[in-house]
């Protein structure tokens, strides 16, 4: 079973208001993604990291910005939360090393901004 | 780039019959495939990969996917549901490190 873990698992706040979203894994995976999922759509990559102090953006624009100081801790910042915002959001982490590797996601956190 | 088409939003089957959820997949060279799962309030979970060593893969739950390179096809299937497969699936495709999702099976299965 894996081990990574997001929190709140849920959170409701209003407009203009500044959030962190918190992902942990205890596996010492060097990989960690955050992805946002709408209902119906697809996973849609937002950040990445492939390492401590290394972080990238994905495919899908957000305006919101992450932070890898540690290598077991990948936490997701919105300076100023829009209803736009409002999605579920999913923080997954992979190993590094030869061979294909699947990921592991963590139950994630539903925001609402209202 | 690789991608991933998952045909049919929603898929009902009755409990006992048999479940086929599709996945077609674009990739200019063989790619690594997924199949992941979600239950309600949780995080995905992986059923299973194929990554070239077998075509026909066996995940848990009793859930297996045969990968068909001349139809670019990794169709999921069980032969026999359960009331307790009610998810939404997820297939994905792999090449190069990135990991592409499709947009999601939600499969109801009914008494």
């Known amino acids: 079973e894996a081990d990574i873990y997001q929190t709140p698992r849920y959170l409701v706040i209003g407009t203009g208001k500044k959030i962190t979203l918190e992902c942990s894994q205890t596996m010492g995976h060097d990989k960690m993604y955050w992805y946002q999922q709408d209902p119906g759509m697809e996973l849609h990559l937002i950040h990445y990291s492939y390492g401590v102090n290394s972080t990238e953006k994905g495919d899908l624009s957000s305006e919101s910005t992450v932070s890898r100081i540690r290598t077991e801790h990948f936490p997701l910042t919105l300076e100023s939360a829009r209803p736009s915002h409002t999605s579920q959001y999913l923080c997954?982490?992979?190993?590094?090393?030869?061979?294909?590797?699947?990921?592991?996601f963590g139950p994630g956190t539903r925001l609402t901004v209202t | 780039a690789q991608s991933v088409t998952q045909l049919g939003s929603h898929v009902s089957v009755s409990e006992g019959a048999l479940v086929l959820l599709r996945c077609n997949y674009s990739s200019s060279v063989p790619p690594y495939l997924f199949w992941y799962v979600q239950y309600p309030n949780q995080g995905l979970q992986l059923l299973l990969k194929y990554t070239s060593a077998a075509t026909l893969v066996k995940g848990i739950n009793g859930f297996e996917a045969e990968f068909k390179k001349s139809e670019t096809s990794f169709h999921l299937t069980k032969p026999s549901a359960h009331m307790s497969d009610a998810a939404e699936y997820f297939c994905?495709?792999?090449?190069?490190?990135?990991?592409?999702f499709g947009a999601g099976t939600r499969l109801t299965v009914k008494p």
């Open positions: 997954a982490s992979s190993p590094t090393g030869t061979g294909i590797h699947e990921q592991y």
């Open positions: 994905a495709v792999s090449l190069g490190g990135d990991m592409r």
